[in-house]
């Protein structure tokens, strides 16, 4: 593996761990696709450092238990704003 996406999944990892962010958040932050960052934070991270990427499976299993309940906020919060 390329350094460089060894030290940017270690990055992503830590920022996710720091801020309990989200994929998506984490995504736009590093400018990468959701997609990169689930791969380095799941498949990566178990070459590069085992421990840490059990830290950040618990929030992204946890951040994947609630992800119903953003939905269901953010869809409240459109139809609030949403004049008649």
Known sequence: MKEYIEERAVAIANYIIANNATVRQTAQ?????KSTVHKDCVERMN???ASL???V???L???KS???IRG???TRK???QKKY
């Open 29 to 33: 932050n590093f400018g990468v696709s």
């Open 47 to 49: 070459e590069i450092n």
């Open 53 to 55: 990427a059990a830290e």
């Open 57 to 59: 499976r618990k929030v």
């Open 61 to 63: 299993d946890i951040n």
């Open 66 to 68: 609630e992800r119903h």
């Open 72 to 74: 269901g906020l953010a």
């Open 78 to 80: 459109k139809y609030l």
